[in-house]
């Protein structure tokens, strides 16, 4: 069983709050983190909302399901029983336990309103994406950190080789623990379209009411060929005949399940980042390739493609590594009326600025990094450095705070 770089921040969690929620799409492996063994020496319940019985318990009386339980006690997909949360509320303000309740949804409370405001204080929330590549290769990346960090280990130096190819595969596969796991690309196709009935049908009636249930599945089908570029509603409103009312409705269940994310343009103004139009991408490559049919040979002979497939790729690396660094940025993306764009920003506690940018290229020249100087200039002082990723392997410094980096070295170990 691979161990989850995430396994400290839980454990960690659990020993000064009351409630610990891991939430993240569906068959990431949340049920597995949350049976840790170290967890099975505490002598935790266990029980799961999937489980026909269990779930009609608890919505025939709540107050009374939760207070028949023994501490400390693991409740798995609580997405299922939103009327559970105020009684583990109140059963926290009777009696502030330490690790007493540890929960799993596949559902983003963050964009449940009522279910994140009931434990508001009283719970700490963390989200399991898919495997990175360090989970998958057995490095804890430090990519992140290493970003903000004052002289980080690529300043000189040649990385080790990778081939497109192989990049390219890792891409396709994506992380979910059940896809990787199969060995052909046929195989992983059956398993993502399995899943994605499972998610369309079941989680997302689950959360509201859908008079069309065919109209999520194009939905999602069409955002995957718009991944990283602007999210305009206007446009997916035309191609899909739907009012935007509903269709932004059906996109939010779309985040809520985890299968898409947003990501805002940076600006000083923190008004203006709210009202910008944000870019879009899926929360996993190889489900981004299921959906738009996707081979090695198609991303090495289109060019285009294959930058867009690769720059959602970085963003969920990214994504996965905030989640247990030091660090743990904010993400943004940046972009002038003239043109000038950065394709990931991060921002710090501090207001510290990084900019990324990737090249599906294997090799790199100065307008690769124009972007990068012109964010650079317009930050200040508030720049630490910007780095551009590419498909070569060479390490190439451009500046002083500024280089061309193999794309290996996302997943590659910093101190």
Do not use: C
Request: charged fraction near 20%.
């Amino acid at each position: 069983m691979i161990r989850r770089h995430l396994t400290e921040q839980l454990l960690q969690a659990l020993e000064d709050t009351p409630a610990v929620l891991i939430n993240g799409a569906r068959q990431t492996g949340k049920s597995t983190l949350a049976q840790l063994p170290e967890l099975e020496k505490q002598g935790r319940q266990y029980l799961t909302f999937d489980d026909p019985g269990v779930l009609a318990a608890a919505k025939q009386d709540p107050n009374g399901f939760i207070a028949g339980l023994t501490a400390p006690v693991t409740l798995d997909e609580v997405q299922h029983v939103p009327e559970l949360f105020p009684a583990i509320k109140m059963a926290i303000d009777r009696k502030r336990q330490p690790g007493r309740f540890l929960l799993t949804g596949s559902a983003n409370v963050l964009l449940l309103p009522k279910l994140s405001e009931s434990l508001a204080g009283r719970m700490e929330l963390l989200t399991l994406w898919p495997f990175s590549q360090g989970e998958i290769n057995g490095v804890k990346e430090g990519f992140v950190d290493a970003l903000f960090s004052k002289q980080p280990a690529w300043a000189s130096g040649k990385t080790k080789n990778l081939q497109r190819d192989e990049l390219f595969e890792k891409v396709l596969a994506g992380g979910y623990p059940l896809a990787i796991a199969r060995n052909s690309g046929a195989r992983r196709k059956a398993w993502f379209q399995s899943y994605l009935t499972t998610i369309l049908q079941r989680d997302v009636r689950d959360l509201t009411n859908i008079a069309d249930v065919t109209a999520v599945p194009r939905l999602l089908s069409v955002v995957a060929t718009r991944a990283g570029s602007l999210l305009n509603f206007a446009d997916l409103s035309r191609t899909l005949a739907l009012p935007q009312t509903t269709l932004k409705r059906y996109f939010a269940l779309l985040e809520a399940t985890f299968l898409v994310q947003l990501l805002r343009p940076w600006s000083s103004n923190l008004g203006q980042r709210v009202i910008q139009t944000p870019k879009v991408y899926l929360d996993d490559t190889g489900l981004l390739a299921h959906l738009l049919g996707l081979t090695v040979e198609r991303l090495k002979m289109d060019g285009t493609l294959a930058g867009g497939v690769l720059e959602n790729f970085v963003l969920m690396e990214l994504r996965k590594q905030s989640a247990w660094s030091e660090t743990q940025p904010e993400f943004y993306f940046w972009r002038t009326a003239s043109g000038q764009e950065v394709d990931i920003v991060l921002e710090d506690s501090a207001g510290r600025l990084v900019g990324i940018e990737i090249k599906a290229g294997a090799t790199l020249g100065g307008a690769d990094v124009r972007g990068l100087q012109a964010m650079a200039s317009a930050a200040g002082k508030r720049w630490i450095r910007g780095v551009v990723l590419y498909t070569g392997n060479e390490v190439i410094p451009f500046a002083a705070n500024l280089h061309g980096l193999p794309m290996s070295q996302l997943w590659a170990a910093h101190k």
